[in-house]
């Protein structure tokens, strides 16, 4: 009796203990520590000078460099933010992820592995020219020849059909209704011969699946789209969320969908320094050249960080700085593992 007393204690303070650390874990990023965080990447890189407004797309370098804004909005839900959430800037890049995510939910990712490539550079491991030829020769969805062929990949009868898929795509990720910043398309609509090129020399090589010209048109609109840092860190906490936005309620994109979208992300999100990015923040991301940037914490949060102001490879330097400093601070870095005993 005694006995059956003991191991009675033993199993009910084995699982006390056990849904003790099971809350502690479950509340390991407290809600203080999520504001705190964003408010002190805020204030230690408000007055930065660094970096330098895209300027290759014009409109983009009359940009208000000292735009700058940071949110947190969990997977369920919660928003955290400091700075400017009013003033939008285009997308760009970043909604690579979100077209290529509803191609992989249209057509699934064998489709997108064959047609396109998941590949940081498309070389070998051990090929010298991917070293010097590194800028162009990269197919994969999340730069220019991979994502221009997923914007042509979109279902849609015709170039207005496959604009609305992608427009409701973004609203759907954003839980709002996005707009085409329309300077920054004209502008780069009227000079964007090299996206043009990329689009032909794709369809030389039987690897655009649309027009090159209406396919290349779409994708320009898609980068246009106008957005703060509250509206892409919804869309993060989509994908944190496994493809249900944590706002609206509303299933964007299956949690299958999900997993392969971060996965691409974690391997070309900031181009030439996502080895750079991986190590440092160890959380899929993806930079845009309007100078937003977004990371996803898997289960747990998206954050973004909107500053003009970019590096040479086109990378947000106030953006990288904050978001690198709140992974540190929530203790957020996936790879940073406690041994066990
Ligand atoms: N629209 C831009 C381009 O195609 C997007 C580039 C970027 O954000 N890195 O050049």
């Known amino acids: 009796m005694t006995k059956m007393n003991h191991s009675t204690l033993r199993v009910v303070l084995t699982s006390l203990f056990l849904a003790l650390s099971i809350t502690l874990h479950a509340q390991k990023i407290k809600k203080s520590d999520y504001q705190q965080a964003v408010d002190n990447a805020y204030e230690k890189y408000k007055t930065l000078k660094e970096g330098k407004n895209a300027d290759y797309i014009k409109e983009l370098a009359n940009v208000d460099p000292d735009i700058y804004g940071i949110a947190i909005v969990t997977a369920d839900g919660k928003v955290y933010s400091a700075g400017d959430l009013d003033t939008r800037v285009s997308i760009q890049s970043i909604s690579k992820v979100f077209t290529l995510a509803k191609v992989i939910e249209e057509q699934g990712p064998k489709e997108v592995f064959d047609k396109i490539g998941v590949d940081a550079t498309g070389m070998p491991f051990n090929s010298i020219i991917a070293i010097e030829m590194n800028e162009g020769k990269e197919i994969n969805p999340l ?86 840092a509250e509206e892409l860190a919804t869309m993060a906490a989509t994908l944190a969320n496994g493809g249900k936005n ?82 540190r601070e929530l203790d957020a870095h996936p790879y940073r593992i406690d041994p066990k005993n």
């Open 143 to 228: 730069v220019n020849p991979g994502a221009i062929a997923a914007t042509s990949m979109i279902s849609g009868v015709d170039s207005a059909a496959k604009w609305q898929n992608i427009l409701q795509t973004h609203n759907d990720f954003a839980g709002t209704e996005l707009n085409v910043n329309m300077p920054v398309y004209i502008s780069e609509a009227n000079d964007n011969l090299r996206n043009q090129a990329i689009a032909h020399l794709l369809k030389a090589y039987n690897r655009m699946y649309f027009d090159p010209v209406q396919a290349t048109d779409i994708y320009t609109k898609q980068c246009a789209l106008n957005v703060n």
């Open 246 to 327: 944590p706002i609206t309620g509303k299933t964007v994109v299956s949690p299958r969908t999900t997993t392969f979208t971060l996965s691409v992300m974690a391997t070309a999100g900031l181009y030439d320094d996502s080895g750079q990015w991986l190590f440092g923040v160890g959380l899929p991301g993806k930079s845009g050249v309007g100078g937003g940037i977004i990371a996803v914490s898997p289960g747990e949060f998206g954050i973004a960080v909107v500053s003009p102001p970019l590096n040479e490879v086109g990378n947000s330097v106030k953006a990288q700085l904050a978001i690198y400093d709140i992974i």
